[in-house]
């Protein structure tokens, strides 16, 4: 995990990004990383950084399909608004760390397919 920080900070340094989005990407980046290593036997774990003219986008992807509480309901797409919190009470103690990724993007959101499961945060 720290690997990851390490190189979203990098990245972001070399785009120019401002430093409070780039301390708030390296908290995001470590607690996907840190879920996907948790939740998931896969040994390989990816994490990729999207950059837009409207911000950043971590994506983390695992070949695991533990169930992660998403941010919507079961059959969107996936992305939750700005402000939208996943319910605390069905977060496993462990899982606490999606809130901190709910308050620190924009949006996030999930996808579970049949190669592994994707969780992405635009910051």
Do not use: F, K, Y
Request: with cysteine; hydrophobic share 40%; proline share 7%.
């Amino acid at each position: 995990m720290p690997e990851s920080r390490r190189r979203v900070q990098e990245a972001m340094r070399d785009w120019g990004e401002p430093g409070d989005r780039i301390e708030a990407a390296a908290l995001v980046v470590t607690e996907l990383v840190a879920n996907a290593v948790q939740h998931t036997n896969s040994r390989r774990i990816r994490c990729r950084l999207l950059r837009s003219h409207s911000g950043v986008r971590i994506c983390v992807w695992n070949r695991g399909r533990a169930r992660i509480p998403s941010p919507s309901p079961p059959g969107d797409l996936a992305m939750a608004p700005c402000g939208e919190s996943p319910d605390p009470e069905t977060l496993l103690e462990d899982g606490r760390g999606l809130l901190l990724v709910d308050a620190l993007a924009a949006r996030w959101g999930t996808s579970t397919g049949v190669a592994g499961r994707l969780v992405w945060a635009d910051i």
